[in-house]
């Protein structure tokens, strides 16, 4: 049944060969598969040989076939650059394996790969219908920004490599390829979060109230920030879209620079909100609220999907319906937009999700301890505390649990928040928290019962110490 | 404007291809139920995201005017079947599914009070929602309690289109619909047809109103063959300008499909000639129906016509369509294809025609 895309839709699935430490195997093998739903009709796999150790300091972008199983048909097809998994499963895998030291070569090579990725989220889809014009305008603003930043890249490897040493040791070009990549996830979050002026933001409220389109953006889901973008831009009246994208250079042009921290995560999250309002039933006189589309009815209502299971674009398509419900409601425009902003915002766990986790290690876990820390944290080197509310029944059994508060840090991104990797936390706690079995001693009645979970790296990476009352 | 997003549109499709022939495509004989055709893919993809302003422009620009294609087949009717798609869709939860339909729905009307669709669109969920209840299964399978529920659903859609006549009757589509709620509540024939011709009045190339009348006075409704008979040439002569005899043998097609199967000659009262006659109209008007061609061949092999079939098949070489050639169709074609092949002398003795018995007093 639906729910399945076609195209570039690979998950990287990463074996054992490619996990921290097993980086000198004579070949890390990266098998990346779609996730399967329901009655997929079509396959896509890919296989692609990287991290040979003969190239010990840049153990990435080795990638050499990618076979697409199209329906019944194998057509192999040479890529000739990396795919995004393989970069992510070679070069993080790589930092905290491959010891070597940094030399002016690798400088080149970080900063081509940063290139080639970055270059993804900045290339607008064939398939994507957009005016010609329209089309023109984005792309010289996509070409100018990547120009700028690969004059920005040696920077910010430079930074990183300073930083690196302060800590007396010569640092590992992996290791400082990790951490700038960190930087550069981040300041596509922050982009993504960032209000433009005072006509930016009411246009795009414009578009998204007024364009059922907006999220028919076609492309692969994982590289689709800017298009988005200006998708809604299309969605705008002709006259608007120099002054859109106008905008849309000036947002460009903070990447890199100092910054203000984003706003907070809506709490509850959009899609929390949304969904507790479809709960509740239909809408009536009673309950009066926005009809969702059918798209969204027949998933959601219909099927019984819930967020998890949810595709990209019906994500987008609930953020934009739950942003016109809320705007109904009287909330605030500006605080429906940066709902919606991080309703759609494309974090680590977005991009890469759990393709590094071994298939059931997490449910192999002891239950009563503590939760296993999600890999995508632990290969970026992400550590921080969670802060959890679980609501409970009368007898201490958890009904929902809500992440409230995120602190994290991430090696690379100093000075602002690292949005991009705040919730990658997220499921793990939560799972842990609704865990099967779960008691918590102390029922607290109508206030929900809060804990915090630190999360940190040393030489136990499972030594999570929940703060609080034990659950 | 909505753009040609690849990834919805493989979604949109495969939920096409849940609903197929499940709402509008079980009459008409005249189209391919393997095609997908771009314009029901593009009405179901703005209503599956919910873009009402493509719709009623869509709806505005086709509620008038021919429309005809060159096979035949009319925008119109691809345009509803896009409706159907998603209306239809089947879910595990049908109840919210429908009742969210309804509100958005009526969401629309709400907006657009002056738009004919809005408040079609509205009246099509309700039916839909009645015929949830009702299911697609013999009456004897429908538990007592749904019948309820179906008649006030339709009599909800009936009063929904009475109370907006003033918009929602002038155009076609609002007529079609309400034969079939008409159909489900039992009105009567003469009431249907005012309807009918009404809507033709207002739209006189919404040619699915003929296929919609062709329903009540079937046998298992409320006609009999001699009363389908006559609402067929009556239709014919409304619609020869435009098709020749070509209306006779598409409805009588049609007859096959809703009613008699394999058994149209034996228990309606066609003409073979004349359906022929009316399939050669057609391919004369327009030629290139390939979909035409496989139900004109069908219907020679249930006609026992063998040189019409055997040229049938051979003009359509690798364009026969198995999903057109009647109940159980792969079967259906085969042993079509087999007679087709035999020597009529193999088959003489099915030729002769069977010998019915017969008392009479002079036997005595």
């Known amino acids: ?471 | 404007m909505m753009p040609t997003s690849r990834f919805p549109r493989a979604q949109i499709r495969r939920l096409a291809a849940c609903t197929v022939a499940a709402i509008a495509c079980a009459a008409v004989p005249c189209l391919s139920r393997a095609e997908t055709d771009a314009l029901t893919e593009k009405t179901a993809q703005a209503f599956w995201t919910g873009d009402f302003a493509a719709l009623d422009k869509e709806n505005e620009r086709l509620k008038h005017g021919k429309h005809i294609r060159p096979d035949g087949g009319w925008d119109l009717e691809y345009f509803r079947r896009g409706f159907g798609q998603v209306i239809g869709a089947h879910t595990e939860h049908s109840e919210p599914y429908l009742r969210e339909l309804e509100t958005l729905t009526l969401q629309w009307a709400t907006e657009h009070p002056k738009s004919s669709l809005a408040h079609i669109l509205h009246a099509k969920v309700l039916v839909r929602h009645a015929w949830s209840y009702r299911g697609s299964g013999y009456a004897q399978d429908v538990p007592p309690e749904a019948w309820a529920d179906f008649r006030k659903y339709l009599q909800r859609a009936a009063q929904y289109l009475q109370d907006h006549a003033d918009v929602a009757m002038t155009d076609s589509s609002a007529h079609e619909l309400l034969i079939t709620i008409g159909t489900g509540l039992d009105w009567d024939i003469e009431t249907l047809k005012a309807i009918q011709q009404d809507g033709l009045k207002r739209n006189p190339d919404d040619i699915e109103l003929y296929f919609d009348m062709l329903t009540p006075l079937l046998p298992r409704w409320h006609g009999n063959a001699r009363i389908l008979d006559n609402y067929i040439r009556e239709a014919t002569k409304q619609t020869q300008a435009l098709f020749g005899m070509g209306m006779y043998a598409r409805l009588y097609s049609a007859a096959a499909e809703q009613e008699y199967g394999h058994a149209l000659f034996e228990n309606s009262l066609v003409d073979w000639p004349t359906m022929k006659k009316g399939y050669e109209d057609m391919q004369v008007r327009f030629p290139n129906s390939p979909a035409r061609r496989n139900y004109f061949a069908h219907m020679a092999c249930l006609a026992k016509d063998r040189p019409t079939l055997v040229a049938l098949l051979a003009e359509l070489g690798n364009k026969v369509d198995v999903s057109l050639w009647g109940p159980n169709p792969e079967r259906s074609l085969e042993s079509c294809q087999r007679w087709a092949k035999e020597s009529p002398d193999e088959s003489k003795d099915e030729k002769k025609p069977e010998k019915k018995g017969r008392a009479s007093p002079a036997s005595l």
């Not at chain 1, 040979?52 to 890529?79: A, M």
């Not at chain 1, 109230?209 to 076609?218: D, M, Y």
């Not at chain 1, 984003?262 to 509850?268: F, G, H, I, K, T």
């Not at chain 1, 027949?298 to 998890?308: C, H, I």
């Open chain 1, 1 to 471: 049944m639906p729910g399945w895309r076609w195209g570039r839709g690979y998950w990287p699935d990463v074996p054992e060969a490619c996990v921290p430490g097993s980086i000198s195997h004579s070949h890390c093998r990266l098998v990346a598969n779609t996730r399967k739903r329901e009655n997929v009709c079509i396959y896509v796999s890919a296989i692609a040989l990287c991290c040979t150790v003969s190239i010990p300091l840049f153990p990435f972008l080795q990638v050499k076939t990618l076979f697409l199983t199209h329906v019944h048909q194998r057509v192999p097809v040479l890529l000739g650059k990396a795919v995004l998994a393989g970069t992510f499963a070679c070069m993080v895998g790589g930092a905290h394996a491959a010891e070597s030291a940094f030399s002016d070569d690798p400088v080149a090579k970080i900063k081509n790969a940063l290139h080639d990725d970055l270059l993804r989220y900045f290339t607008l889809d064939k398939e994507f219908v957009l005016d010609p014009a329209l089309r023109a305008a984005a792309e010289k603003i996509a070409e100018e920004h990547v120009a700028r930043m690969d004059k920005l890249f040696p920077a910010w490897i430079e930074e990183e490599r300073v930083h690196q040493s302060s800590a007396g040791k010569p640092p590992s070009s992996n290791s400082v390829h990790g951490a700038v990549y960190a930087r550069m996830l981040n300041e596509l979050a922050l982009w993504q979060l960032e209000p433009g002026d005072a006509h930016y933001e009411n246009a795009t409220l414009t578009a998204l109230r007024t364009g059922p389109g907006a999220c028919e953006v076609p492309g692969d889901p994982r590289f689709l920030d800017f298009a988005s973008r200006i998708m809604r831009i299309q969605i705008l009246p002709a006259a608007e879209r120099d002054a859109m994208l106008a905008s849309e250079r000036t947002l460009l042009s903070h990447w890199g620079q100092p910054r203000a921290n984003p706003a907070p995560w809506p709490d509850p999250l959009p899609q929390q909100a949304a969904y507790a309002l479809l709960q509740r039933g239909s809408a009536d006189a009673d309950h009066p609220r926005l009809a969702l589309p059918p798209l969204l009815a027949y998933y959601v209502l219909g099927k019984g999907v819930d967020y998890a299971g949810l595709q990209f674009w019906d994500r987008c398509r609930l953020q934009q319906w739950w942003l016109n419900e809320s705007l109904r409601q009287g909330t605030a425009p500006a605080a429906a937009l940066n709902a919606f902003r991080y309703g759609t915002m494309l974090t680590v766990v977005d991009r890469i999700g759990n393709a590094w986790d071994k298939p059931g290690a997490a449910d192999a876990k002891d239950s009563a301890g503590p939760p296993p820390y999600p890999v995508i944290a632990s290969r970026y080197g992400a550590t921080g505390v969670t802060t959890v509310n679980v609501r409970l029944d009368a007898a201490g059994k958890p009904l929902d649990a809500v992440v409230t508060g995120r602190k994290v840090e991430v090696p690379g991104i100093r000075g602002v928040r690292p949005v991009a990797f705040e919730n990658v936390f997220d499921a793990a706690i939560v799972k842990y928290a609704m865990g099967a079995g779960r008691h918590y001693d102390k029922p607290s009645g109508k206030e929900p019962y809060k804990f915090q979970m630190n999360w940190s790296l040393d030489d136990d990476k499972n030594a999570n110490v929940p703060k609080g009352a034990k659950p």
